[in-house]
């Protein structure tokens, strides 16, 4: 693969690729700081030959420099969760034999005595540049590229490596689907050991030229005047993010809400992604800023998948269709593929964008996949051409008095209910019912509901087999990194 292919950095010189605090970093720079970092790395070898290395780093110019000097060096980029504990993340550097650990500044402090322990040399950007720029391996496109950690919702995260190719298939997809172009400008605050931030956002902005603005955290008000002077015409984020946005217009003058709703209204490009954009947030956010949430479908293996049109319509509460390149089908408990509408069945998914291994876990990778098919365990109904996620079949498929109910659609049709905030809807093993559907719910400030009170407004609302049998009033939900419910931790504590 040549240099100008190859992966997630085109040569745009003296353009902007990165702005990160004060300062601006153009694409010619940016290329050389990551030619040095990989010449620093290789220390004088002519390849890294997919050695492991990690980094702890928040979304910066560092970061960037790190995930493409290990690209370009020949190594396989492991970036790792910054708001993680030191203590978990024994057993992403254990499992994946990490030999060398990036981190700057204070994150370096943290993981002296970790790194020591697993005997990781520990060492920052700063000491890893070298002046002079070695000559660099060409990267056959088959070759490991990166390890991502699952989220370890449902169990033990696992290494999920992808290619060089993987990662070129996924990001060519999106740049197409979506429209991208140099002359983009994106907010870039998701973490970034996530599919989310460095696929969909940092790999598609970089290789087409745009422009990204990183950020280590969402800073709403920062990130708000930014969106009033008209500097971001695309803008991604997790509904949790739309949800903040939400709460902080009420606790700003209306002036003000109405100024940043307008340069909301001004971008090409809203996404919404990583949970399920419940449909009172799509409509309210329409209704706040003309913007029709563009919702998709992806995780950690596969990139993105599916998702809505960016020319076509747009529909609440689903996420679309087949993106190109990308062949989804769903199967149902006998294997075979179901070829009507109107019957869930499991997703399914084949193509260049499908991860190549779970890292030294040969039985998981074998039982992931089915005739060449990837099993994503997430369950999915096609109704009129279009895909609706009904979620995931350990924790959000529920069998309910023989009937399988999806805890999202629950979900959806709750948060309607002008007390309730958030709600997470599980499965609770019962004598009567098999699973009785229980729903934990999250209050909106000087709000109560009762049992009884919920059971009569969900009447006429949704069947009565849905209806929630009991309810557990929470002050927050539990939540990863990405803003995803871990549903696990909401059955441990009944």
Known sequence: MSRDSFPFLTNNNSKTALVDGDRDYSFEEVNGLIDRFASGLLRGSSDLNEERIAFFIPASV????????????????????????????????????????????????????????????????????????????????????????????????????????????????????????????????????????????????????????????????????????????????????????????????QDQVQKICGGFARMRLNISGSAACPVKLFNQWQSLTGQVLLERYGMTEIGMGISNPYSDERRAGFVGQALPGVKIALFDEQNEIINEEDVAGEIRVQGDNVFLEYWNNEKATTESFKNGWFCTGDVAVLERGYYRIMGRSSVDIIKSGG?????????????????????????????????????????????????????????????????PKSIKLIDALPRNAMGKVTKPTLKAML
């Open 62 to 253: 560092d970061y960037v420099t790190a995930m493409h000097g290990v690209w370009r060096a020949g190594g396989i980029a492991i970036p790792l969760n910054v708001a993680s504990a030191v203590a978990e993340l024994d057993h992403c550097l254990t499992s994946a034999s990490v030999t060398r650990m990036i981190a700057n500044g204070n994150y370096q402090d943290s993981l002296k005595d970790l790194c020591q322990r697993l005997n990781i040399e520990l060492m920052s950007v700063e000491d890893v540049l070298q002046d002079k720029v070695s000559p660099l391996p060409v990267i056959a496109e088959e070759r490991r590229a990166m390890m991502l950690f699952t989220s370890g919702t449902t169990n033990k995260p696992k290494g999920v490596v992808s290619t060089h190719k993987t990662i070129q298939a996924q990001v060519t997809t999106l740049i197409d689907a979506w429209c991208w172009t140099q002359d983009d400008v994106i907010p870039l605050f998701l973490p970034v050991h996530h599919i989310h931030g460095i696929i969909n956002i940092l790999s598609c902005s970089l290789w087409s030229g745009a422009t990204v603005h990183l950020f280590s955290k969402f800073d709403i008000p920062k990130i708000s005047a930014e969106i009033i002077a008209d500097t971001y015409n695309v803008f991604m984020a997790v509904p949790t993010i739309y949800v903040k946005l939400i709460q902080y217009f009420d606790s700003i003058d």
């Open 403 to 467: 009937y399988k109910l999806s805890a999202l659609e629950i979900e959806g049709v709750l948060l309607m209910h002008d007390a309730i905030a958030e709600v997470a809807v599980i499965g609770v093993e019962d004598e009567t019912w098999g699973e009785a559907v229980t729903a934990f719910i999250g209050l909106n400030p000087g709000a109560t509901l009762e049992f009884d009170e919920l059971r009569t407004w969900c009447d006429g609302k949704m069947s009565s087999y849905k209806i």
